[in-house]
Each structure stands twice: as C-alpha cells, then as structure tokens.
C-alpha cells in the first residue's frame, strides 16, 4: 500500500475515532441532564422539595508523576521508532521525552506535595457532603458510612 494512502487512513481513522467518542460524550451528559430535570419534575409532582444537586466532584487530574512517565515512554518509543524508520526525524522524540523529565523533576522537587494537598481537599469535600445529606435528612452529623 502506499505510504501516502497509509497516512490518510491512519489520519481519517483517527479523527473518525475522535469525533465518535465527542459525540458519546455529548450525548451521555445530556441523557444525565434530562435524568436530573425529570427526578426534579417528579419531585415537584409529589409536593416534596426538590432533590439535592449532584454531589460535588474531586478536582483530580493526572499526577505529574504520571505525566512525566508517559511522556518519558512515549518520547524513548518514539525516537526509537523515528531513528529506525529512516528518518532524521528521532529529536522529537528527545523532545518528549524531555518533556516527560520536566514533569517528573517536578514532581519530586514539590508536586508531590501539592498532589497530596489537592486530595486531601477532595476527601475533606466529599465528607462535608455527606455532613450535609446528614443535616437534611435528620440524621446526626457524626454517623459517617
């Protein structure tokens, strides 16, 4: 086959892929949407209050250390790749690999730190949450799961 027809099915099949899985996701958000509006509908039917919202959602990405892993991997991977295809095209992947040292440096040098910070917010987020369902439905603010 050749390469140029290679290189649009690989590009076609990737931006195919691309807007299916946007598509899923739009979809899927708005079947949640419409889910919530008719939970808050019955409830008004019925005469009671209206259903709290969702709970609150941690704030987690990806922790650098993971970033710069996958960076690192992908970057070796691909100079190797790049350097035995023929192509003088190999610093690339230098350059991600680069990439993927920058994140883990950081990481050890204080976003360990952070990253801890961060999910010790999350947890104390969701507790309070929960103190909250508590107060609502009568139950006592001490009696976590």
Avoid: C
């Avoid at 987690?60 to 250390?65: D, L, V």
């Avoid at 360990?112 to 508590?134: M, S, T």
């Amino acid at each position: 086959m050749n390469e140029k027809w290679m290189l649009v099915f690989i590009v076609g099949g990737a931006l195919l892929f691309l807007g299916t899985w946007i598509r899923l996701e739009i979809r899927y958000r708005t079947h949640d949407r419409e889910l919530l509006g008719k939970e808050r509908l019955a409830a008004i039917d019925k005469g009671r209050g209206l259903p709290l919202s969702l709970p609150p959602t941690p704030h987690r990405k990806r922790s650098s250390f993971q970033d710069g892993i996958g960076f690192l991997v992908m970057g070796l991977g691909l100079a190797y790749a790049l350097s035995h295809s023929g192509f003088r095209a190999w610093p690339w992947g230098i350059f991600v690999s680069s990439i993927g040292l920058a994140h883990l440096a950081y990481w050890f040098l204080g976003g360990k730190n952070e990253w801890g910070r961060q999910v010790a917010l999350d947890e104390e987020l969701q507790r309070a949450y929960i103190r909250r369902l508590q107060a609502e439905a009568g139950g006592h603010p001490g009696q976590e799961g």
